[in-house]
């Protein structure tokens, strides 16, 4: 082969090699990852950086910013209602407040011994706590008479009404009907001479918060009567599983420093404990 056979080789060999190298960096760069770019929902402009989004012309009008509950105004009470279920046991309906009117109950409920047992008499001011439609109310106002004051309180604004219905119908005017909270009766501090709470403590769930707040509405040795079903069973209060034991109530009065004084069993089917502050 002649010198100009070999140059002519050569250069094709140098040809072939370009074309190579060539292909290889397009294949390359055909295989290197692009850079995406982000897809703006239709409609939406871009905000800067802690502006509120706006919507573009056309499209629908963005949803206003959530706004905070409003405040629960100073010096309300939350009021509970038949539904929050007041702790142990459901709270007692309005609508079976003639379940507490049978007329064998002054029989068995004795509350002239109840009344005698807490040293309640003319002049007394007491508190009926959980009065329901006020049963135990009225007795309490004639047994104190004009010169002594009832605060029947209760949970429940339908209970309230039933109280203050009954009152007129009684004409006593020595009732003030106190509508408290779960856990705080709202009743004046440093007032009573005895609070009775009858077939309500089963029903309480902070017990003792609420005992705290009884015991400061009581004088300086007043006196707190807890009535509550026997828990064998027996007489028209709750179902057995909504009864709960004597120690228990102790326990509770006790941690609110309320110190025991006596348990009485007179009564057919309940038990009466008796505080003192």
């Known amino acids: 082969m002649g010198m100009m056979g070999i140059e002519r080789l050569s250069g094709l060999v140098s040809s072939a090699m370009s074309a190579a190298l060539l292909c290889a960096a397009s294949a390359a760069s055909a295989q290197a990852p692009r850079e995406q770019t982000p897809v703006r929902p239709q409609g939406l402009m871009v905000a800067p950086r802690g502006s509120t989004p706006t919507a573009s012309a056309g499209a629908p009008p963005l949803p206003p910013p959530a706004l905070p509950p409003p405040a629960r105004p100073e010096g309300t009470r939350q009021v509970a209602t038949p539904s929050q279920q007041r702790g142990h046991g459901r709270l007692f309906q309005p609508q079976d407040l003639g379940m507490l009117e049978g007329p064998d109950r002054e029989a068995w409920q004795k509350p002239d011994q109840v009344m005698d047992a ?75 001479d005895a609070a009775l709470m009858v077939d ?27 009535i509550e ?18 120690g228990q109530v102790i326990r509770a009065a006790e941690a609110a420093g309320f110190r025991l004084m006596r348990q009485e069993q007179f009564l057919q089917f309940q038990y009466l404990l008796i505080f003192t502050r």
């Open 229 to 246: 079903y026997r828990t064998e069973g027996g007489g028209p209060g709750p179902s057995r599983e909504e009864r709960i034991q004597p």
């Open 118 to 192: 807490l040293g309640i008499g003319d002049g007394s001011v007491v508190a009926d706590l959980g009065a329901g439609g006020g049963w135990f109310t009225v007795r309490l106002a004639k047994r104190v008479g004009p010169n002594g004051v009832v605060y029947a309180e209760d949970i429940q604004p339908q209970m309230i009404e039933a109280i203050q219905r009954r009152v007129d119908r009684e004409g006593l005017h020595n009732v003030s009907a106190v509508l408290g909270e779960a856990d705080h009766p709202a009743l004046p501090v440093g007032r009573l």
């Open 200 to 226: 309500t403590f089963h029903e309480v769930e902070d017990t003792r918060s609420l005992l705290t707040n009884v015991r400061a509405a009581l004088k300086p040795g007043g006196r707190l009567g807890i």
